[in-house]
């Protein structure tokens, strides 16, 4: 069983006395009675959290004894425990204890993590248990799921990426990151539903990004923890392969809709568009969003045979008179500015299936949701992860949140 990170609630109620355990191992027995008399003379926060700490450290000094895995199964039960976020030291030691791990967090964090069996990408957003959260001082860890029989990561360039497909395990799932505006990133946003064995298998990741403050002076980079290689422009993944007894399966929630306005076309391919075609006349697209007055937060929808996808909009050139986008438009695609939103949070917890009553095994969420809908502090049904430049399920999406899950299939069905 693996150990939650120190901000879990669980070990400071534990030094308070507000929970109370019969613990086997004798060395938490004795420590307990120290700390909990530190806390009852101290009870600072300060005082609390420090204590706190050693008794995690405890556990994770003592943790492959059967006692304390015992104990540990006590106070935290079947809870899903990847998913958090970790200091720098608590990754280092889930790393040296060769934990296979998918990382989210600032770059300088990563960059000082050990070689291991790992991957990463730089990004300062998440949703937590707490609701959204910038921290520069944390790593999102997300462990590979129990099920995992083997892996393999492996770095990919934009001649290399369109092997990605064909890379997977028989059965199994990959995990992608590439860093935002590569090249990379836009020969697959552009390329990937043509690339060999696209869709036979689930590739699900997201892009890497900076903190909004650091746009243009720090570029986006993934990490390949097993060769410490770091990456601007590239992709890194894991391939994950899975038991016959298991399936993985990917999704994503978006909660816009086309609305009632024109129906819109592209001639051509691209992240930035000078014309276009509204109700099949040719316009300028530019001069269009500003004469329509388009709210920009709100994507551009596309119907894929019931699967709503967006193309967001990164800004407006008057003077060029483009317009540039988060991802591209494709050619004979009829696109609809998105209905406006009333509620983002009530809006995207309604649209979350009944299977995900757990946290999926992976989620990741769009920064243009987190900034439009003012998400800091905000919960959104209780899934958690890195909040991104862009979500990948098969293919690049934007505004939407994107989820992997593991389904055992000798597990008995419920209704």
Known sequence: MDIPPISHPAWSSIVSGKRKFHFEFLGTKFLLNFLTLQVKDDPSPQKIQ????????????????????????????????SGYLYSIYEVKEKIVRGQKLFLAGDEKLLGQLPAGKWIGGSIPYFMTEQGGLVTRNKIYVTEMPAGVTDIFIKTYNVETIPNVYADMA??????????????????????????????????????????????????????????QTVLEDGAVVIHAALPPTQVAEINYINIFEQGDGDTITFPEDGFSIREAYINGVETNFAEYVARQNLDTRLPLVADYYGSMVNVSFQNVDKTKQEVHLYAPVFAGVSYRHAKPLEDYVKQFTSKIPAY???????????????????????????????????????????????????????????A
């Open 50 to 81: 420090k204590c706190a700490q050693e008794l995690r450290n405890l556990f994770v000094r003592n943790m492959d004894l059967y006692c304390v895995q015992k104990d540990l199964f006590q106070i935290f039960g079947r809870e899903k425990l």
């Open 170 to 227: 028989e059965n199994g799932f990959s995990l992608i990151i590439i860093p935002a505006s590569s090249q990379a990133h836009l020969e697959f946003a552009l390329h990937a539903p043509q690339y060999k064995g696209f869709g036979h298998n689930p590739l699900i990741g997201w892009i890497a990004g900076v903190h909004l403050e650091d746009l243009g002076r720090i570029a986006p980079r993934v990490f390949d923890g097993q060769t």
């Open 356 to 414: 995900l009553n757990e946290q999926p095994a992976f989620s990741c969420n769009c920064i243009l949701n987190y900034l439009y809908s003012e998400l800091e502090g905000k919960h959104t049904g209780g899934i958690t992860g890195p909040t991104t430049f862009g979500e990948i399920v098969y293919q690049l999406l934007n505004q939407t949140m994107a989820y992997l899950t593991i389904t055992d299939l000798t597990s008995p069905k419920t």
